[in-house]
């Protein structure tokens, strides 16, 4: 993304080049245009000082170990896509409890990293009694138009602010605290109902986050307890393979004969209604579009939306939660291979391998790349297809995928010829709609046209309890753009529309 608010100048004078010390660092003769001249620090929006105890502490890799009932959050569990912290094995370690350094995280507390990912922040969900920070992490004690100033730290102009205290061109980037003296602005007009707008609009958001990771959680549990309830009488036995088994597989560098894979195996196929494969029920699956150019000749690549261009849902950005975490744009003359509603795209390699998401209604011009398999059928039964895409999901969560893949080249993969290698248990119809709810809800509208600033977060929260995963992304992404809108008017001195539709 390009730098909407640092200014580079075409030429510099001798003077200037004397006066930064002789230094011909590009970075030292940039200008930060803020138009709206009327703000506040970072540091104003705190209750007191930032101390030494707001900063986390760094533990020690000694200190780390395989389970524990205490853990230690990385910066890692910042990231730019949500408002919420990424709490997953990836972004956390266990670690030994006599280490643990008790720090009362709660519900409500924002979080700011000063090292690594720098000026990332997120806020606390929920109580985190049994986690402690790194110290590359701050906790912000903020009270006061605490949404406000989380909204305007997410936004680009806030980490255009600190690259341009922090130039990235340093080996090792740390911010120290210069984050607290990055600039708020304050909207000129209606200022008091423009800082409630930032505000609702943040929650609003921050409330679809946290339902997305519940609706996903349930999801998996309603397909946990469907299989592990409903089981056939034959019992399971672990045996070693035998050469038919080899033959049948046709691999032996591959976990498919060991006791995890096999006693996971035997719940699918001993579910009372017994198990499918995908091409028994007429999916077919081919790889997403090669975008090389040797393929479909030169194109052009942005990260926002522009008209005629196609729009690139790619794995890198599919996210744990069954949702695109961001889209890019690619232009290009050729005609490309459109994804069709209900179509399932499977990460089928590289570090999102086994994440999928589909599509339950129609999109707009919208293609994949060759690092996914698209499954597909002909016939248009998006509840069965919602409940493969979020039983391929459950696989994930539990590893039981990654014994099905191939890791010869060091990292997993998944080739289209390997699909029926995939067992799904026959879910009653019923259940299949059950869990296919809980990511889509077809039945319901979003209708903003009617919202007002005043009763806007009960007619959300209204539209969220009946929202599936899939609405509620949907949805935030339509507020996300209108508060990033938002937040670019006030920084421009600009008219602050306050409305909840895009248009």
């Known amino acids: 993304m390009s730098n909407t608010y640092i200014k580079t100048p075409n030429s510099i004078s001798f003077n200037s080049i004397v006066e930064k010390d002789y230094s011909l660092s590009s970075s030292q003769y940039m200008d930060l245009i803020m138009p709206n001249e009327n703000f506040l620090f970072v540091k104003d929006f705190l209750r007191r000082s930032l101390q030494r105890k707001d900063l986390g502490v760094e533990v020690g890799s000694l200190n780390y170990i395989g389970q524990s009932t205490h853990y230690f959050i990385r910066t890692k569990a910042l990231q730019s896509h949500s408002f919420l912290p990424e709490i997953t094995s990836d972004t956390t370690s266990p670690i030994m409890p006599n280490s643990f350094v008790k720090m009362n995280l709660k519900k409500g507390d924002i979080l700011i990293s000063k090292d690594s990912n720098i000026g990332e922040v997120v806020i606390l969900d929920k109580d985190y009694p049994n986690f ?3 110290g590359a992490i701050y906790r912000l004690p903020v009270t006061e138009k605490k949404y406000y100033l989380l909204a305007f730290i997410k936004h680009d102009i806030f980490r255009e602010q600190l690259d341009f205290m ?47 990771k519940e609706r996903h959680k349930a999801i998996l549990e309603a397909i946990e307890k469907e299989l592990y309830e409903n089981q056939r009488p034959n019992k399971f036995n672990f045996e070693l393979p035998k050469i038919n088994e080899l033959e049948a597989v046709g691999r032996i560098d591959t976990a498919r004969y060991s006791f995890k894979y096999k006693k996971y195996e035997h719940l699918i196929q001993n579910y009372k209604n017994g198990f499918f494969k ?84 129609n999109i707009e011009n919208t293609i ?103 609405e509620l992304d949907k949805t935030a992404k339509q507020l996300k753009a209108i508060l990033n809108q938002t937040i670019d008017n006030i920084v421009n001195d600009k008219e602050v529309e306050i409305r909840f539709n895009v248009e």
Request: proline residues 2%.
């Open 132 to 134: 402690m920070l790194s």
């Open 166 to 212: 922090v130039p990235k061109g340093a080996t090792i980037r740390h911010a120290k605290t210069f984050f607290l003296d990055c600039r708020i602005p304050i909207p000129n007009d209606d200022t008091e109902n423009v800082i409630t707008f930032v505000e609702v609009l943040t929650q609003s958001i921050i409330n679809k986050e946290k339902l997305i």
């Open 278 to 361: 995908l091409s028994q029920f007429g999916y077919t699956i081919n790889r997403g579009q090669n975008l090389q150019v040797s393929n479909i000749g030169e194109s052009f690549y942005s990260n926002h939306k522009i008209k005629g261009f196609y729009k690139l849902a790619v794995s890198s950005n599919f996210s744990e939660y069954s949702t695109v975490e961001k889209f890019n744009y690619l232009g290009n003359s050729g005609s490309l291979n459109k994804i069709k509603k209900g179509e399932i795209i499977f990460s089928a390699r590289g570090a999102q391998f086994g994440r999928v998401v589909t599509f339950p209604e």
């Open 368 to 470: 994949t790349n060759i690092d996914s398999l698209v499954i597909k059928n002909k016939e248009e039964n998006i509840d069965r297809n919602i409940f493969i895409a979020m039983f391929l999901n459950n696989l994930r969560w539990n590893k039981h995928i990654y014994k099905i893949a191939i890791t010869g080249s060091g990292a997993n993969s998944l080739t289209q010829y390997q699909s029926d290698d995939i067992n799904f248990p026959n879910f009653e119809k019923t259940k299949q709609k059950e869990i296919a709810l809980l990511y889509h809800n077809a039945e319901i509208e979003y209708k903003a046209d009617a919202f007002t600033l005043a009763g806007f977060l009960e007619k959300d929260n209204e539209y969220n309890r009946q929202a599936g995963i899939y």
